[in-house]
Nanobody
């Protein structure tokens, strides 16, 4: 069973930055998988923010990111980071760390495990 623990959310003014972290415990051993972030606002479904593969460095960003966010990964620490710069009020959401099935693409329907979420508020 994989457990995901997020940190780094908070409140920031527009144009500011935040860095999210997610540590995975019990993750798949000796298998490659996507790990990353989705976000959700009340009344809407979850949308992919960014995912990064543990094998070759494939990275997927949501279209709205437009160069503002950077995802990185430390496989030795089973940790993924999301550096968010030039934040906008429309980035306000609950951000969820997620792990996909081994070998699967980065997509909402391939996610096996979710974190509890960390709130990001941009004013």
């Amino acid at each position: 069973h994989v457990q995901l623990v997020e940190s780094g959310g908070g409140s920031v003014q527009a144009g500011g930055s935040l860095r999210l972290s997610c540590v995975a415990s019990g993750a798949y051993r000796n298998r490659n998988y996507y790990m990353g972030w989705f976000r959700q606002v009340p009344g809407k479904g979850r949308e992919g923010v960014a995912g990064i593969y543990s094998g070759d460095p494939n990275i997927r960003y949501g279209d709205f990111v437009k160069g503002r966010f950077t995802i990185s990964r430390d496989n030795a620490k089973s940790t993924v980071y999301l550096q968010m710069d030039n934040l906008k009020p429309e980035d306000t959401a609950m951000y969820y760390c997620a792990v996909a099935r081994p070998g699967a693409a980065w997509s909402l329907d391939t996610i096996n495990y979710w974190g509890q979420g960390t709130q990001v508020t941009v004013s």
